[in-house]
């Protein structure tokens, strides 16, 4: 069998010695069978998913192992020998529940480093083994330390600035993938799936397990969650409801080649080539006229009945004040389709 | 008679030396007699509102005239006799418009500090009393000093930051109160009162003199002088109307257990329970459709005469364009509640 | 003849030797023609938009030859002798499309010193010509150089923080002009005109070649190429189409004295005293029923006919659900006024 994903890792522990953060510079999914040798070897693994502190000759020892078969591994476990920082190496068997504050991190640095998409990695339990923290200029500080490193900071006519303080660091103080822009990055969470050409303008938002999966102009918020289509923009300040906040059980979506509106929101997921006017909300419960080709209302649906359906524009009609989809098919093609998984 | 409130500080002056900013680490709100009388004793102090800077030697008297009464403020004296800053003792006897600038800071610290209620202290005339500053990762910075240093700093090889020329610095350089989450700190001003149980996501905003009283979730912007109570929750990019602009004179508020919609927003005080349905702006001028519980229209008023009402539900109907509002109660109980207090 | 700008400036290069960003701490529209015959004598310049890398000793001479006629020119000269960091001066012969990043910087500088209006100058090309750059707390990095200086910082036990990944970096970094207030300066680009008596809050933002003529309150997005007039503020969140990202070929601008209410959207550019109500998206293709001052419809026309007129208020009627627009003009007046360019 073989292992589901490994890291070697440098973190910060709080005066108790328990994790704030773990930074994995290069993490590995689904490594060869000569790295799991060496684990076995060096660390004495057993199997498992499990975190363990490692020493200075521990990451020599597994340097050495890995040198003929993982060169880039090798490389950065004798890097790592130089730091007076702890050091871990967290091993993943499966992919199931997490137990540690490492594991959560490694899961979510394979998320921002493109390993898996989202929805891809089990995140069961990962909000209780995220600690809080004053993620500050002078790097992760536990918040039961802070008022007294912040006295002494002005003291010493230093600012210690508290940029955060969150369960979450921002992604690109782990990780910037290729390709992307992202303009404002205080808005982009460890966690979050940016693709190569996606640009996240400065009122774009990426929570994690969430993102984009090509092309994508980004100035809205993706909540948690939520992914994004190839060739999908989504307008400025526009609003994708999250399952965590108000979305209910719909994991909400953008297909491909959307357009999201400034200012505008889904509470449904999209399908391909979708439109939503700039200013207009849809939730699940929003009663839509359907439009068809010729104008006319076939009939008037909830949204939700919508979800996930092709070639739709939605609009506020300007002068009676109606909700309307418009689509470019045939009024009985369209009933049919509407109906057809009813 | 006893003191309104008291504090230490550090902070940074300008090279005319004149106060940019004042970090307070331990502000007292009513100090014990003890206090005031070491006032009196070691620095002078003979009634008023006061900030009076102090030596190294004035302020190891402080800290020996309260060394058994007040352990805290004791050793607060005794730490800051080691800095090179310019350390003030600002003592108010009572609250009133403020008369410097180390005045305001520390009404501001009372606020976050949660020692006062947002409204619950005086603030009139602190604009004009806050200087402008440019607050950089080399701390406060008079702006008229600004170019020098930045053209200074990048001859050096190092960067000189600006992340804000404003009145007021964010809240979390100088304090974080205890059970909040803040997931980007630039988004709430010193002077905010962030509850015990709010987190405020990176779309939240919280302004001075404004904030929340308990279990929030906060993506939306609490504008000054907005409350919001407990158990209510902000969507993502809705807003609250300022009496600072446009809001008038109605000060706006949010009562317990409400939601107010992603981009959603109101423009009047919103009683207990309530809701504001996702991308509908209610201003105080909006006409409404009242409905009953069997959703027949009662009679239509402007928004302004349902403020403060309790479980209320507001939308725009999806077919018929017009506002309307949902509550549980009889028709007949409805009217005759809306015009009790006409 | 003479030239169209100058500057001298301290940029950073990567590994490779190639502009990442320079800047110019006091840029030069029109300047004298002493220093134009400074810069043919000491640096060999025959004309020509040209970027020069220079020497300490041609800084020195520059110094020198300008001691008498440009006294700030020529002790910024002097001063920049002092560093290590590759030093460079730009010369536009004339305002035509960019060749160098060099020059990029120079135009987007004139821009946010207020040298030059947005749309004053040529900004033709200047996408390719500027690098992605990652903009961190140890200033700009190659994102080919990122990944290796992030793991060499963490194993330090430092942080090396990636506060933006773009093109573009932050204005205040650059230039902080006078008599403005940025709360979160990370969303203003350089290229950002900014006037005096402007505010720019937490929730405002502004791209490059775009920004305000005046006093303005400004809360919301200002799209690349929009311009706001004296007087004009713009609420929380509101949006106004940039021609970048769905605004077509129409240039979106604001009059004076208008007010774009919390989280409305603008598609058309407006005129003077124009009001858009809180919440309200008009795109150019909106449907308007146009009213008269006694409120009779006088007919229904799409926004983009009402494009640039004055004295307007558009809202949305909350009752019929219709977007309208109301003039303080009689109908007859109104109605001729309007056709009057059709």
């Known amino acids: 069998m073989s292992l589901f994903a490994f890291a070697i890792g440098v973190g910060t522990q709080n005066s108790k010695g328990e994790w704030l953060e773990v930074f994995y510079a290069k993490p590995v999914l689904n490594p060869d069978a000569d790295i799991e040798q060496a684990l076995r070897g060096i660390l004495g693994y057993t199997g498992g998913n499990v975190a363990k ?19 880039e591994q090798s490389e950065l476990a004798k890097t790592c020998m130089s730091t007076q920082k702890p050091c871990v190496v967290t091993i993943l068997e499966i992919d199931e529940a997490s137990t540690s ?6 899961k979510l640095h394979l998320l921002s480093h493109r390993l898996v998409k989202p929805h891809g990695i089990n995140l069961a339990g990962i909000f209780g083994l995220l600690p809080n923290v004053a993620w500050t200029n002078l790097g992760a500080i536990d918040i039961a330390e802070l008022a007294e490193r912040q006295l002494e900071a002005r003291l010493q006519g230093e600012l210690l600035s508290v940029n955060s303080v969150d369960k979450f660091p921002r992604m690109t103080d782990y990780v910037v993938p290729s390709g992307v822009r992202i303009a404002h990055t205080a808005r982009v969470r460890l966690g979050a799936h940016i693709a190569a050409g996606t640009t996240i303008m400065h009122e774009g938002f990426v929570n994690f397990n969430a993102g984009t999966l090509g092309t994508s102009m980004v100035e809205g918020r993706i909540s948690a969650g939520v992914v994004v289509g190839d060739g999908s923009d989504l307008g400025g300040g526009c609003s994708t409801m999250g399952t965590l906040s108000g979305g209910g059980d719909i994991v909400i979506s953008v297909g491909q080649n959307c357009l999201i509106g400034a200012n505008a929101g889904i509470g449904i997921p999209l399908g391909n080539r979708c439109t939503v006017e700039s200013g207009l909300y849809i939730t699940a419960g929003t009663k839509v006229q359907v439009l068809s080709e010729d104008k006319a209302v076939v009939e008037t649906i909830k949204a939700r009945e919508l979800a996930g359906k092709d070639d739709l524009l939605f609009r506020r009609d300007s002068v009676s004040g109606a909700v309307q989809c418009v689509t470019n098919k045939s009024a009985v093609a369209l009933n049919s389709e509407l109906h057809a998984n009813n």
């Open 101 to 106: 504050t490492p594991e959560v991190y490694l």
């Open 53 to 71: 502190l490692v020493t200075s000759d521990q990451l020599n020892g597994l340097s050495d192992a890995l040198a003929s078969s993982s060169t």
